[in-house]
């Protein structure tokens, strides 16, 4: 597929048939703030855990919670469970090669067409929200 957009002045085409390939400095940075991202989920869910762990403890003591975790016992010894849980992780594993091309495509295209114009804007923005994620939701 091919997009011509054409006008008295000035003419436009672009393939949508062929991502440009990003730099590697593009990929080097979206793959840093990736890493950072999900070390700062990482962080935050073991804090939660810290926080709520007492609170699990006393209800698993009780009655209810004893039978709660029975329950739950019973459904994770299920074999239809480990069977969708088994489908599941080889989608993610087919599914993982198409995500890293999309990925790619995605930055590639951005790195063409939009951060010549919006680049530095957006730099500043996660410059900025870093600034507050590291004092509320810090990486490490």
């Given at each position: 597929y091919i997009l011509t957009i054409a006008d008295n002045t000035d003419e436009f085409s672009m393939c949508l048939c062929e991502a440009?390939?990003?730099s590697q400095e593009l990929v080097d940075k979206y793959d840093a703030l990736r890493i950072t991202f999900y070390k700062r989920l990482l962080n935050?869910?073991?804090?939660?855990?810290?926080a709520v762990g007492p609170a699990v403890q006393r209800v698993s003591e009780s009655e209810q919670g004893a039978s709660i975790l029975s329950v739950v016992d019973r459904v994770?010894?299920?074999p239809e469970?480990?069977?969708?849980?088994?489908?599941?992780?080889?989608?993610?594993?087919?599914?993982?090669?198409l995500v890293e091309k999309a990925r790619a495509s995605v930055l590639g295209a951005y790195e063409q067409y939009l951060r010549p114009y919006v680049g530095r804007y957006l730099n500043d923005?996660?410059?900025r929200a870093k600034y507050y994620l590291d004092k509320f939701l810090p990486a490490e």
């Open positions: 440009p390939a990003p935050a869910l073991g804090k939660v855990q810290e994770q010894d299920k469970l480990a069977a969708v849980l088994k489908v599941a992780s080889g989608l993610g594993e087919e599914a993982a090669p923005g996660i410059d």
